[in-house]
């Protein structure tokens, strides 16, 4: 079992994918030859994988690790996968159960990445650990803490852990982990104010992640990474960490949406719709936009719900009808319907106008990475 350099108490040792649980499990060298299969170009094998592999990944055979772990827990079989590859826009992490559901998948990690598998209580964990330079020598680590649910899987956690400058090492490790808050302590900083001082990260409902106030590592590093001078030779990863491309799996969609998206459940829309629906909420408040993604009830239709016209959908039995975008006041809104089967889904999008104009690719890609479970 690979160790991080962080201290942890009281821890014991997308197309959506189709699969249910009445399909057969599979066990950790089965799915370990399953995607060696679809990566090489098998087309079983990747329809077997729906979601977890993309195009940029077929045939790049030439990755630096594919590290696979488990947890049993009752009669349940849970897997973490871990690809990594040189080029860090091709590293992937997911997690699944043993009948190949895909609980979660991550695409923003960079460097050198282990990772393992931790218990508290009832509470499933996998702490993930990247390892990369900036400014040719300057070694960082970042800490992502993944929980585990009965049907989905989260980023809860994420900030740097480690910085080495001058062969001196400073680091953040963690001492507490409750439902309400992390607690972490800092070491070997140059800075006496901060140095061997807690920050306290509290647990933030509407995001489902652990946040910081002050955030004091991630800034002291920063502002290390700003205050030294080197001349940059070789390719770098980017100093702000941003987290880009995490996609959300819930049981009957998907949607790729970063860290600034905070999700409301059991949301009702009447305002943009002819009748109300109750669905999930994604709102961006830096952005002041909304994605809202809600289920049509059987036999109902869209236009039931939709005061615009849909232009024609796609061929093929993935059907996606869009309206054209419209506007009200400084708002722009557009509503997406997704059919599979019997399944109706709504994605609504509300933004103004001006940042849908200076974000429209953002809104694009996210618009592109909703899908349904068929």
């Excluded at 799996?249 to 790729?256: E, T, V």
């Excluded at 959908?313 to 059907?319: A, K």
Aim: glycine share 4%; aromatic share 14%; hydrophobic share 35%.
């Amino acid at each position: 079992m690979r160790k991080f350099f962080f201290a942890v108490i009281a821890l014991s040792a997308f197309v959506f994918s189709g699969c249910s649980s009445d399909r057969e499990q599979v066990n950790q060298s089965e799915l370990r030859k399953l995607i060696i299969e679809a990566i090489a170009g098998d087309t079983d094998a990747n329809v077997k994988l729906q979601g977890f592999l993309s195009t940029k990944h077929i045939g790049k055979s030439d990755y630096n690790q594919l590290y696979i772990d488990d947890l049993n827990i009752g009669d349940q079989h849970f897997y973490s996968i871990l690809l990594e590859y040189f080029d860090p826009s091709l590293n992937l992490f997911a997690i699944c159960d043993s009948y190949l559901n895909f609980y979660l998948l991550d695409k923003s990690l960079n460097g050198y990445l282990s990772s393992e598998w931790a218990e508290m209580g009832t509470r499933k964990f996998v702490f993930l650990q990247e390892r990369f330079l900036t400014k040719d020598v300057l070694s960082l680590d970042r800490l992502s803490i993944y929980e585990i649910y009965d049907e989905s899987a989260e980023l809860i956690y994420r900030s740097l852990s480690r910085f080495v400058k001058d062969n001196e090492i400073s680091s953040q490790t963690i001492e507490i982990i409750t439902k309400d808050f992390i607690l972490t302590k800092m070491s070997g900083l140059n800075d006496p104010a901060i140095n061997n001082q807690p920050d306290t990260f509290y647990f933030n409902s509407d995001s489902k992640k652990y946040l910081s106030k002050w955030n004091l590592f991630n800034k002291y590093v920063n502002q290390q990474i700003k205050e030294f001078s080197w001349v940059i030779t070789k390719p770098q990863i980017p100093s702000d960490m941003l987290e880009e491309g995490t996609i959300r799996i819930r049981q009957d969609f998907q949607i790729s949406l970063d860290v600034g998206w905070e999700e409301t459940p059991f949301y009702n829309e009447s305002k943009l719709l002819k009748k109300s629906l109750m669905g999930t909420k994604f709102f961006n408040r830096s952005l002041n936009s909304s994605f809202i993604i809600l289920e049509i009830p059987s036999g109902e239709i869209a236009e039931n719900y939709s005061p615009y016209s849909f232009g024609k959908p796609n061929t093929g039995d993935y059907e996606i009808r869009t309206t054209t975008i419209y506007e009200s006041g400084d708002n722009y809104y557009q509503i997406m319907e997704h059919s599979c089967g019997e399944k109706k889904f709504l994605l609504l999008l509300e933004c103004s106008k001006t940042v849908y104009i200076q974000k429209q690719k953002i809104f694009d890609e996210i618009i592109e990475s909703f899908s349904i479970k068929c």
